[in-house]
């Protein structure tokens, strides 16, 4: 039985760079007294899982996606996350899909169109993108999923207007102007936003969408077997040389940056603060501009609860999150995603902060 489109379980997909503010965002939606139940996909790109620690708890069930970046996993886990959501008794809202940084959001989207169940229950209700104010500029020029991310908006934020002048803030989002005249776009500081503003926008325009990529609609499975490979992803997997075609088709332009790495450690020894604190402000300062992106859950000696840390590039923010729960192992988690990222000066950098 086909659904009409008001039935169909809205689906808004959250996109934007590393460190931008889509969980925050996320967490913003999950928070508010809105009454309904969503669904949360998480895809991380990372060895360890930590986003899915960083939702806010609630009625919400995460699931998480993290072997590989979405693009890669798209056509396999994506559906199979969702088609798993669509049998459950229940059922649900709405569906937030939380991209990874590095992900092109196109084959995301194109999820929605290509998958006879999918599109049958679901609708692409708008692609959402958070834009980091401070550095967005800086990625447009050497990030191509950046780029794609703004392109492919229905609604921006642009967030952290606090680290930014009045001057650079226009200056930003005349760039974004530039690439997405269409989007509502609105200045946001962490994410704080009416979630009017966000959800149930019935925004995903697929006219424009297939200005921009005029191959959108086209099924390729016969191009591809199991494992889809974005052009332009920031994964580890080699992508086939059969791709070549997905430039030709990409409006955007798409360079492949391979460099870009995840490094992640772990490690069940107490931590010290006083050790950490000056050891990853330290290596921010250094490494700062090659590392985009840091996390972790930290358990630190005689502390009871939870540490949560951020970092993107050199600036750091950290707090307090909930006590360990009695049986929840105390280990602390780390990630660093950058480029070239000395992982053994890293992990003993890390593991020399044991309490
Ligand atoms: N100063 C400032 N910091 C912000 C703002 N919004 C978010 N942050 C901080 O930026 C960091 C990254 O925010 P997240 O919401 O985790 O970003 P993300 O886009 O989910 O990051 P990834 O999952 O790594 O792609 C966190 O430390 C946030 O507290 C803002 O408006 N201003």
Same mark, same amino acid.
């Given at each position: ?43 991380? %790109? ?169 191959? %959108? ?89 939870? %540490? ?48």
């Amino acid at each position: 039985m086909a659904e009409t489109q008001a039935e169909k379980i809205p689906v808004t997909v959250l996109t934007g760079y590393l460190g931008a503010g889509k969980t925050t965002l996320l967490n913003r939606i999950l928070s508010q007294p809105h009454g309904k139940k969503f669904a949360v996909i998480v895809n991380e %790109f990372g060895e360890i899982g930590i986003d899915n620690d960083l939702v806010v708890g609630a009625d919400e069930e995460v699931f998480e996606m993290n072997n590989g970046c979405i693009c890669c996993t798209v056509r396999g886990d994506l559906i199979r996350v969702i088609d798993g959501l669509l049998r459950r008794k229940g059922g649900f809202d709405g569906i937030i899909v939380e991209t990874t940084g590095l992900a092109d959001p196109a084959p995301v989207a194109q999820t929605f169109f290509v998958d006879e169940e999918v599109q049958a229950k679901t609708r692409l209700d708008a692609v959402v993108t958070v834009a980091d104010a401070k550095w967005l500029s800086d990625r447009l020029k050497d990030a191509p999923e950046a780029k794609n991310q703004v392109a492919f908006a229905d609604v921006i934020l642009l967030n952290k207007t606090d680290l930014v002048t009045g001057a650079e803030l226009d200056q930003v989002e005349a760039r974004i102007r530039g690439i997405n005249p269409y989007a509502k776009l609105y200045r946001t500081t962490k994410s704080e936003i009416d979630i009017a503003k966000v959800l149930n926008q019935g925004a995903f325009d697929l006219d424009r969408i297939l200005e921009l990529e005029p191959a %959108f609609l086209e099924d390729d499975d016969h191009h591809h077997h199991d494992h889809e490979h974005g052009p332009d992803c920031g994964c580890d997997h080699d992508h086939g040389h059969d791709h070549a075609h997905d430039h030709h088709h990409h409006g955007l332009k798409a360079v492949h940056d391979d460099e870009v790495q995840s490094v992640a450690f772990s490690t069940e020894k107490e931590l010290n603060p006083d050790k950490f604190f000056p050891w990853v402000q330290n290596l921010v300062a250094t490494e700062g501009p090659n590392i985009l992106r840091s996390k972790g859950i930290l358990s630190f000696a005689n502390d009871p609860d939870r %540490f949560v840390f951020q970092g993107v590039h050199m600036i750091l923010d950290g707090d307090h999150q909930r006590p360990w729960k009695a049986d929840e192992k105390r280990v602390s988690r780390i990630v660093f995603i950058g480029r070239k990222l000395d992982r053994k000066a890293l992990e003993d950098g890390f593991l020399s902060c044991a309490a």
